[in-house]
């Protein structure tokens, strides 16, 4: 038998938590990491909308924020000893197991807001992943350069400041030294 998916169908089974352990958080479509503040609250617009978000700040945690009520809420993750994560009841072995629970019972995130989430919302294809990013010189950290350009044959020594004007001294680069 050939199972035809609508596209509206095939969005939403993309977007539901994996229930497969070994597919990392990074690797969900409602995991938005280190989400600037403008940006999530433009995303949870409806209902039940919600997203799973990392801290920027020195708590290094998790937090689930949705929409309910007519406002955004945030529920930080609680890491516990076990290494198991929980909102206000049960513990769960993944941050998945434990949005997959909520999505599919609709138990509220707490009793005493009664937020329900519903409607996932998933990252943008084009998003980076933080952990792809590498961070590697500081803005206004000076760059030592020492290099030969190949099509002018001139050697620049001097600094560049990732911020502010570069400083750079130009030399004929040496004869027998063309690269």
């Not at 997203?51 to 689930?64: E, H, N």
């Not at 007519?70 to 076990?82: A, G, L, Y």
């Amino acid at each position: 038998m050939l199972l035809m998916l609508s596209n509206l169908q095939q969005r939403c089974l993309c977007l539901q938590p994996s229930s497969n352990k070994d597919v990392p958080l990074e690797d969900e479509a409602w995991y938005h990491g280190a989400l600037p503040r403008q940006e999530w609250e433009e995303l949870l617009k409806q209902e039940g909308d919600f997203i799973v978000r990392f801290k920027s700040d020195a708590s290094g945690q998790y937090v689930l924020s949705c929409r309910s009520a007519d406002k955004q809420r945030h529920f930080p993750i609680i890491k516990q000893d076990d290494s198991t994560n929980r909102l206000e009841g049960g513990s769960f072995g993944s941050i998945q197991e434990l949005v997959n629970h909520h999505m599919s019972t609709q138990t509220p995130v707490t009793k005493a807001s009664n937020a329900m989430i519903r409607n996932p919302i998933s990252k943008d294809e084009h998003d980076l992943r933080h952990e792809d990013i590498l961070l590697d010189t500081k803005l206004g950290q000076s760059i030592p350069i020492n290099t030969v350009c190949v099509h002018s044959n001139v050697e620049l020594v001097g600094e560049i400041r990732t911020v502010g004007t570069a400083h750079i001294r130009c030399y004929p680069a040496a004869v027998g030294n063309e690269k």
